[in-house]
Protein backbone atom coordinates (compact mmCIF):
# COMPACT_ATOMS: atom_id res chain seq x y z
CA UNK A 1 0.00 0.00 0.00
CA UNK A 2 1.21 3.62 -1.03
CA UNK A 3 0.79 6.45 1.44
CA UNK A 4 2.02 10.40 1.04
CA UNK A 5 1.73 12.34 4.40
CA UNK A 6 2.18 15.84 4.81
CA UNK A 7 3.11 17.48 7.58
CA UNK A 8 4.97 21.08 8.38
CA UNK A 9 1.48 23.35 7.81
CA UNK A 10 0.35 25.93 10.31
CA UNK A 11 -0.37 29.79 10.81
CA UNK A 12 2.56 32.04 10.41
CA UNK A 13 2.29 35.95 9.31
CA UNK A 14 3.16 37.25 6.20
CA UNK A 15 6.63 37.39 5.67
CA UNK A 16 7.58 34.19 7.91
CA UNK A 17 8.57 30.59 7.01
CA UNK A 18 7.34 27.25 6.97
CA UNK A 19 9.02 23.57 5.77
CA UNK A 20 6.54 21.18 4.98
CA UNK A 21 7.61 17.54 4.50
CA UNK A 22 6.13 14.49 2.15
CA UNK A 23 6.87 11.05 3.60
CA UNK A 24 5.91 8.42 1.31
CA UNK A 25 5.58 4.77 2.43
CA UNK A 26 5.62 1.52 0.06
CA UNK A 27 7.02 4.58 -2.63
CA UNK A 28 10.49 4.98 -3.59
CA UNK A 29 10.69 8.73 -3.61
CA UNK A 30 14.25 8.66 -5.23
CA UNK A 31 12.68 7.56 -8.65
CA UNK A 32 10.15 9.06 -9.31
CA UNK A 33 8.73 12.64 -9.94
CA UNK A 34 7.14 14.54 -6.80
CA UNK A 35 5.02 17.44 -7.20
CA UNK A 36 3.57 20.08 -4.30
CA UNK A 37 0.19 21.45 -5.39
CA UNK A 38 -2.11 23.52 -3.18
CA UNK A 39 -5.76 24.65 -3.19
CA UNK A 40 -7.50 27.67 -1.94
CA UNK A 41 -11.27 27.74 -0.67
CA UNK A 42 -13.10 28.24 -3.77
CA UNK A 43 -9.99 27.59 -6.29
CA UNK A 44 -8.98 24.43 -8.36
CA UNK A 45 -6.09 22.73 -7.43
CA UNK A 46 -2.48 24.63 -8.78
CA UNK A 47 0.84 23.14 -9.00
CA UNK A 48 3.79 25.22 -6.95
CA UNK A 49 6.43 22.97 -7.41
CA UNK A 50 8.26 19.72 -8.86
CA UNK A 51 11.05 17.71 -8.32
CA UNK A 52 12.34 14.93 -10.65
CA UNK A 53 13.84 13.02 -7.92
CA UNK A 54 16.13 11.15 -9.94
CA UNK A 55 18.72 14.05 -10.73
CA UNK A 56 17.21 16.79 -8.61
CA UNK A 57 15.53 19.18 -11.24
CA UNK A 58 12.94 21.10 -10.00
CA UNK A 59 9.97 23.36 -11.71
CA UNK A 60 8.65 26.35 -9.93
CA UNK A 61 5.48 27.87 -10.20
CA UNK A 62 6.02 31.92 -11.27
CA UNK A 63 4.51 33.20 -8.22
CA UNK A 64 6.65 31.09 -5.44
CA UNK A 65 9.82 31.11 -7.53
CA UNK A 66 12.30 32.82 -5.56
CA UNK A 67 10.54 32.15 -2.13
CA UNK A 68 9.64 28.44 -2.18
CA UNK A 69 12.65 25.53 -2.44
CA UNK A 70 11.60 21.77 -3.43
CA UNK A 71 14.13 19.31 -2.09
CA UNK A 72 14.68 15.29 -1.33
CA UNK A 73 15.59 12.95 1.32
CA UNK A 74 16.87 9.62 0.02
CA UNK A 75 17.46 8.40 3.52
CA UNK A 76 14.03 9.09 4.54
CA UNK A 77 12.34 8.80 1.54
CA UNK A 78 11.09 12.11 2.19
CA UNK A 79 10.29 15.51 -0.20
CA UNK A 80 10.31 18.98 1.24
CA UNK A 81 9.26 21.92 0.28
CA UNK A 82 10.67 25.04 2.33
CA UNK A 83 8.56 27.97 2.36
CA UNK A 84 9.98 31.54 2.61
CA UNK A 85 8.33 35.23 2.60
CA UNK A 86 5.02 33.83 2.57
CA UNK A 87 2.04 35.90 1.18
CA UNK A 88 -1.68 35.92 2.44
CA UNK A 89 -2.10 34.45 -0.35
CA UNK A 90 0.05 31.44 -0.07
CA UNK A 91 -2.71 30.50 2.40
CA UNK A 92 -4.05 27.11 1.21
CA UNK A 93 -4.12 23.50 2.00
CA UNK A 94 -0.64 21.97 0.29
CA UNK A 95 -1.36 18.13 -1.34
CA UNK A 96 2.10 16.19 -1.82
CA UNK A 97 2.09 14.36 -5.60
CA UNK A 98 3.90 11.30 -7.01
CA UNK A 99 3.82 11.67 -10.46
CA UNK A 100 1.45 14.23 -11.24
CA UNK A 101 0.59 15.08 -15.15
CA UNK A 102 -1.56 18.04 -16.33
CA UNK A 103 -5.00 15.98 -18.33
CA UNK A 104 -8.36 17.49 -19.62
CA UNK A 105 -9.62 20.40 -18.80
CA UNK A 106 -6.02 21.45 -17.28
CA UNK A 107 -7.00 19.34 -14.47
CA UNK A 108 -4.39 17.94 -12.37
CA UNK A 109 -3.86 14.41 -11.96
CA UNK A 110 -1.39 11.91 -10.17
CA UNK A 111 -0.35 8.50 -9.66
CA UNK A 112 -0.44 8.85 -5.54
CA UNK A 113 -2.21 12.17 -3.05
CA UNK A 114 -1.44 12.80 -0.16
CA UNK A 115 -4.25 13.96 2.13
CA UNK A 116 -3.06 17.56 2.59
CA UNK A 117 -1.79 20.15 5.52
CA UNK A 118 -3.08 23.52 5.53
CA UNK A 119 -0.64 26.75 5.14
CA UNK A 120 -2.21 29.86 6.67
CA UNK A 121 -0.80 32.85 6.16
CA UNK A 122 -1.69 36.27 7.88
CA UNK A 123 -1.36 39.64 7.33
Known amino acids: QVHLVESGGGSVQAGGSLRLSCVAS????????LGWFRQAPGKKREAVAG????????VYAGSVKGRFTISQDNAKNTVYLQMNSLKPEDTAMYYCAADPFLGDGRRWFARYWGQGTQVTVSP
Open 26 to 33: GYTVSSNY
Open 51 to 58: ICTTNDTT
